[in-house]
């Protein structure tokens, strides 16, 4: 099988504040070592399942969230971006596995719950949908026929993702209880648990039947994306991407693929 992992920092137990999740803050290197364990545990999970399963791990948290020197045997890192949409993801994948996610910007009691950057944007649609990066990009790998199967992260996190794809394997590693205060698991707990929801997701994956997994589509094409921004927001980045300025802080573009949205 081959799988495409997206990981990113702030659905990680034991991180909580904003004060870990940059590269000059001072909980950020004890946040990616606990990241990377998550990490090791997940593709732990599917070698259990099939010991030479293609994991291609993305490191999609802004400035990085893996320790390169702790990366799991067997599987392959795509390091952190600038990478544009798709990603590389393409259909010949078999799923897409999220790790260390955290829920849509707004979310009531969502740990570090943003959309695409902590200070940039209040919500983003697409045909009318409102998404979060989880969404998105569920959606972007749905078009290309790859179902997600796995999400780890908080507990809105995880019903975020079951409103979209009721039966999501979802490892719950902590509870939400503000915008940076959790209820976690212990590492060695929350490593287990992403361990076995893993192989389980990835033990669903080897015995089904073709087709039996579905992709999380939207309608489309086409697609239209609204991006609601915040106050102090510089709009020009999504100008130059080919959105219109609906109003003040709203921006709207058309596409034929999802990929050539902001996504
Ligand atoms: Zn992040």
């Given at each position: 099988?081959?799988?495409?992992?997206i990981?990113d920092?702030?659905g990680?137990?034991?991180?909580?504040?904003?004060?870990?999740?940059?590269?000059?803050?001072?909980?950020?290197?004890?946040?990616?070592?606990?990241?990377?364990?998550?990490?090791?545990?997940?593709?732990?999970?599917?070698?259990?399942?099939?010991?030479?399963?293609?994991?291609?791990?993305?490191?999609?948290?802004?400035?990085?969230?893996?320790?390169?020197?702790?990366?799991?045997?067997?599987?392959?890192?795509?390091?952190?971006?600038?990478?544009?949409?798709?990603?590389?993801?393409?259909?010949?994948?078999?799923?897409v596995?999220f790790?260390?996610q955290h829920a849509k910007?707004?979310?009531?009691?969502?740990?570090?719950?943003?959309t695409?950057?902590?200070?940039?944007?209040?919500?983003?649609?697409?045909?009318?949908?409102?998404l979060g990066e989880f969404g998105c990009r569920a959606a972007?790998?749905?078009?290309?026929?790859?179902?997600t199967?796995?999400v780890?992260g908080?507990?809105?996190m995880?019903?975020e993702a079951?409103?979209l794809i009721?039966?999501i394997?979802?490892?719950?590693?902590?509870?939400?209880?503000?915008?940076?205060?959790?209820?976690?698991?212990?590492?060695?707990?929350?490593?287990?648990?992403?361990?076995?929801?893993?192989?389980?997701?990835?033990?669903?994956?080897?015995?089904?039947?073709?087709?039996?997994?579905?992709?999380f589509?939207?309608?489309?094409?086409?697609?239209?994306?609204?991006?609601?921004?915040?106050?102090?927001?510089?709009?020009?980045?999504?100008?130059?991407?080919?959105?219109?300025?609906?109003?003040?802080?709203?921006?709207?573009?058309?596409?034929?693929?999802?990929?050539?949205?902001?996504?």
């Amino acid at each position: 099988m081959k799988i495409y992992m997206i990981t990113d920092l702030e659905g990680v137990a034991g991180v909580a504040r904003w004060d870990q999740t940059g590269t000059d803050q001072p909980g950020y290197a004890q946040a990616t070592r606990l990241m990377t364990e998550e990490v090791r545990a997940c593709v732990a999970g599917i070698q259990s399942v099939e010991a030479d399963a293609e994991i291609w791990v993305w490191d999609a948290h802004g400035p990085g969230s893996i320790d390169l020197e702790r990366f799991p045997s067997g599987a392959l890192l795509l390091n952190r971006g600038p990478i544009d949409p798709p990603a590389f993801l393409d259909g010949s994948f078999d799923a897409v596995f999220f790790l260390g996610q955290h829920a849509k910007a707004g979310t009531r009691n969502g740990n570090l719950a943003h959309t695409y950057s902590s200070q940039s944007y209040a919500w983003f649609k697409i045909n009318g949908l409102e998404l979060g990066e989880f969404g998105c990009r569920a959606a972007l790998a749905g078009s290309m026929g790859v179902p997600t199967l796995f999400v780890s992260g908080d507990d809105t996190m995880i019903a975020e993702a079951r409103a979209l794809i009721p039966d999501i394997y979802g490892a719950q590693v902590k509870i939400g209880l503000g915008p940076q205060l959790a209820l976690h698991l212990a590492p060695e707990d929350a490593r287990d648990l992403i361990r076995d929801t893993s192989a389980d997701a990835a033990s669903a994956l080897f015995t089904a039947q073709a087709g039996e997994i579905e992709p999380f589509v939207i309608d489309g094409p086409p697609y239209e994306q609204e991006i609601r921004i915040a106050g102090r927001t510089d709009p020009n980045p999504l100008l130059r991407q080919g959105f219109a300025q609906v109003d003040a802080l709203t921006f709207v573009k058309r596409a034929e693929r999802l990929q050539d949205l902001h996504i």
